[in-house]
Nanobody, 125 residues
Framework: QVQLVESGGGLVQAGGSLRLSCAASGRTLSSIAIGWFRQAPGKEREFVAAISWSGGRTYYADSVKGRFTISADNAEKTVYLQMNSLKPEDTAVYYC??????????????????WGQGTQVTVSS
């Protein structure tokens, strides 16, 4: 199994920035990629971004393109989500997850079977 621990959430004003971290341990070789998802109150969890461990491929949800940047430190087994120009609608619990059964980077939540505990991001207007 892959263990994932998120950190870096907090309260920020609109227009501000935060950087989330996802530290992976355990059988990290069993996962080809790491994804970030988020769930706002009363809404379903949604895909935010994903990256291959090699860093060669990245995917973003349209809602965060140009504002968020995902990166990976393969040596440290840590994935980062740099969030700039934050908006109140970015408020959510952010989760990192690993698709251990996927053979390619995927964006569908159905493929992600290992999840972190989540970190709260609150953007005030």
């Amino acid at each position: 199994q892959v263990q994932l621990v998120e950190s870096g959430g907090g309260l920020v004003q609109a227009g501000g920035s935060l950087r989330l971290s996802c530290a992976a341990s355990g059988r990290t070789l069993s996962s080809i990629a790491i994804g970030w998802f988020r769930q706002a109150p009363g809404k379903e969890r949604e895909f935010v971004a994903a990256i291959s461990w090699s860093g060669g491929r990245t995917y973003y949800a349209d809602s965060v393109k140009g504002r968020f940047t995902i990166s990976a430190d393969n040596a440290e087994k840590t994935v980062y989500l740099q969030m700039n120009s934050l908006k109140p609608e970015d408020t959510a619990v952010y989760y990192c997850a690993a698709p251990t059964l996927a053979i390619a980077i995927v964006t569908s939540e159905a493929w992600y079977d290992c999840w972190g505990q989540g970190t709260q991001v609150t953007v005030s207007s």
